[in-house]
T-cell receptor, first 114, second 115 residues
Framework: QQQVKQSPQSLIVQKGGIPIINCAYE??????FPWYQQFPGKGPALLIA?????SEKKEGRFTISFNKSAKQFSLHIMDSQPGDSATYFC?????????????FGTGTRLTVIP | NAGVTQTPKFQVLKTGQSMTLQCAQD?????MYWYRQDPGMGLRLIYY???????DKGEVPNGYNVSRLNKREFSLRLESAAPSQTSVYFC??????????????FGEGSRLTVL
């Protein structure tokens, strides 16, 4: 059973567009929500993370929006660039059990067309 | 900075063969992990080691064994490989201690094909 559901599976946008990737979860005990970025042939790397005490977090062109009541969170990439083409994974964990229980979504392959 | 180093990067096995994937980290992290990545399945935790001397099963441990050789090294062994174990394997490490979730640092992956 997938603990974190991610959509869409793939996404193609033009340069400058704003791709949005959505994730949903059921376990209300989750209290840490990171996003990882993975380039082809590389391992995932932490991009940005949020905790449920805030509804939005921005780091550069990347923004996480968090809706605690709906149990959903999303990643927005402003002014997307071809270099943002990668696979993005959302994840969630219950901090009291540490990263041992970090559950990943199934990933979204983003392609930004020049 | 090497970070997390995995070997080998590619391996082809026949069904029933055994092999060990090696992982080493130079960040002095306490926790280490082995994940597998399959299309449409995301990253699934196989085994983890919260600290030197301890190992625990993750979501998909069947068919695998691990050894936390020391603080730096964490190996994954397939005793009798099966085609279902064809996957990309990632080792990761973090500073996670008990209740505190830490950032995972991943290696570049080991692509394993079982024929």
């Amino acid at each position: 059973q997938q603990q974190v559901k991610q959509s869409p599976q793939s996404l193609i946008v033009q340069k400058g567009g704003i791709p949005i990737i959505n994730c949903a979860y059921e376990n209300t005990a989750f209290d840490y929500f990171p996003w990882y970025q993975q380039f082809p042939g590389k391992g995932p790397a932490l991009l940005i993370a949020i905790r449920p005490d805030v509804s939005e977090k921005k780091e550069g062109r990347f923004t996480i929006s968090f809706n605690k009541s709906a149990k959903q969170f999303s990643l927005h990439i402003m002014d997307s660039q071809p270099g943002d083409s990668a696979t993005y994974f959302c994840a969630a964990s219950h901090d009291q059990t540490g990263a041992n229980n970090l559950f990943f979504g199934t990933g979204t392959r983003l392609t930004v067309i020049p | 900075n090497a970070g997390v180093t995995q070997t080998p990067k590619f391996q082809v096995l026949k069904t029933g063969q055994s092999m060990t994937l090696q992982c080493a980290q130079d960040m002095n992290h306490n926790s280490m992990y082995w994940y597998r990545q399959d299309p449409g399945m995301g990253l699934r935790l196989i085994y983890y080691s919260a600290s030197e001397g301890t190992t625990d099963k993750g979501e998909v441990p069947n068919g695998y064994n691990v050894s936390r050789l020391n603080k730096r090294e964490f190996s994954l062994r397939l005793e009798s490989a099966a085609p279902s174990q064809t996957s990309v394997y990632f080792c990761a490490s973090s500073e996670a201690r008990g209740w505190s979730t830490g950032e995972l640092f991943f290696g570049e992956g080991s692509r394993l094909t079982v024929l």
